[in-house]
């Protein structure tokens, strides 16, 4: 299974991103799929996560109403950034797990990664 980012870039204060995820291999069971990021000497977080039966969506605190994620099947995952901050500047990772889907899942259990793509928020 192959995890393919795509679509960040730079943008100034207040402007929008949509970076994409493209899944290739046995997608069977991805039963959950998200967006993680890495700023520079801080660790990974989560900052969205989409999937159960119905799809439920989850959000950091910081990113709520600014960001949307949303998939096409288990193939096609994709964020909708929103009035940028330089804060939201970081390294943006895909990542799915076959199992439920539940905020707070240690960053292990998600078993397959994307290699990441950059967004730079800049004033």
């Known amino acids: 299974v192959d995890l393919v980012e795509a679509g960040g870039g730079s943008v100034q204060v207040g402007g929008s991103l949509r970076p994409s995820c493209e899944v290739s291999?046995?997608?069977?069971?991805?039963?959950?799929m998200g967006w993680f990021r890495q700023a520079p000497g801080k660790g990974r977080e989560a900052v969205a996560l989409?999937?159960?039966?119905?799809?439920?969506t989850y959000y950091t605190d910081s990113v709520k109403g600014l960001f949307t994620v949303s998939k096409r099947d288990a193939k096609n995952l994709y964020l909708q950034m929103d009035t940028l901050q330089v804060q939201d500047t970081a390294m943006y990772y895909c990542?799915?797990?076959?199992?439920?889907?539940?905020?707070?899942?240690?960053?292990?259990?998600?078993?397959?990664w994307g290699q990441g793509t950059q967004v730079t928020v800049g004033v």
């Open positions: 291999g046995n997608t069977a069971g991805f039963f959950c």
């Open positions: 990542a799915a797990r076959r199992g439920f889907c539940s905020w707070g899942l240690p960053l292990a259990e998600f078993t397959y």
């Open positions: 989409i999937g159960g039966a119905d799809d439920a």
